[in-house]
């Protein structure tokens, strides 16, 4: 069963403009979210992450939005640049403390 | 300074040996985790330990034996390998609770 999923397993998107990442989530225990970015042949990396008490959390080019009502987190990079060009995945934490990811989304930036 | 790093990047065995990765992280972190990604893709907690104690153990075969000597390693022996076991095992770690983990660069083991 799984908890946290991305539909779209892939995006291409223009060099300058938005690209928005989508994620859904069934457990409403989750408290806490995050977004971890892959490049091939590495680990993933932190990227941004927003709590369940907020609805919104900007860091530079980057802005995770979070509906709780529709158990929805998107995350929006803004201008995209090439080397944004990754597997992007959303993860959450209930209190078991555990990270639940998403199977990832690959996005091209193109130029 | 590689904050967490994993031996070996790559390792091809047979069915049915032993094999060992490492792992070690250099951030002063409590807590640490082995994660698995299997083929399709999928990022799955297979143990937890802080302070080198267990705190986490998913549903994994007992062939699967995490080892904490300190806690700035934890180590992860697979007993029998099978073909099954083939996957890319990310280690991690976090500086109590999981929230933003730091992960290595993982190991991919492919079983032939």
């Known amino acids: 069963d799984q908890q946290v999923k991305q539909n779209s397993p892939s995006l291409s998107v223009q060099e300058g403009r938005i690209s928005i990442l989508n994620c859904d989530y069934t457990n409403s225990m989750f408290d806490y979210f995050l977004w971890y970015k892959k490049y091939p042949a590495e680990g993933p990396t932190f990227l941004i992450s927003i709590s369940s008490i907020k609805d919104k959390n900007e860091d530079g080019r980057f802005t995770v939005f979070l509906n709780k009502s529709a158990k929805h987190l998107s995350l929006h990079i803004v201008p995209s640049q090439p080397g944004d060009s990754a597997v992007y995945f959303c993860?959450?934490?209930?209190?078991?403390?555990?990270?639940?990811f998403g199977t990832g989304t690959r996005l091209q930036v193109f130029p | 300074d590689t904050a967490v790093s994993q031996t070996p990047k790559y390792l091809v065995t047979q069915m049915g040996n032993d094999k060992s990765i490492k792992c070690e992280q250099n951030l002063g972190h409590d807590t640490m985790y082995w994660y698995k990604q299997d083929s399709k893709k999928f990022l799955k907690i297979m143990f937890s330990y802080n302070n080198k104690e267990l705190i986490i153990n998913e549903t994994v075969p007992n062939r699967f034996s995490p080892k904490s000597p300190d806690k700035a390693h934890l180590n992860l022996h697979i007993n029998s390998l099978e073909l099954g076991d083939s996957a890319v095992y990310f280690c991690?770690?976090?500086?109590?609770?999981?929230?933003?983990?730091?992960f290595g660069q993982g190991t991919r083991l492919t079983v032939v």
């Open positions: 991690a770690s976090t500086p109590g609770l999981a929230r933003e983990a730091f």
């Open positions: 993860a959450a934490i209930s209190n078991t403390d555990k990270l639940i």
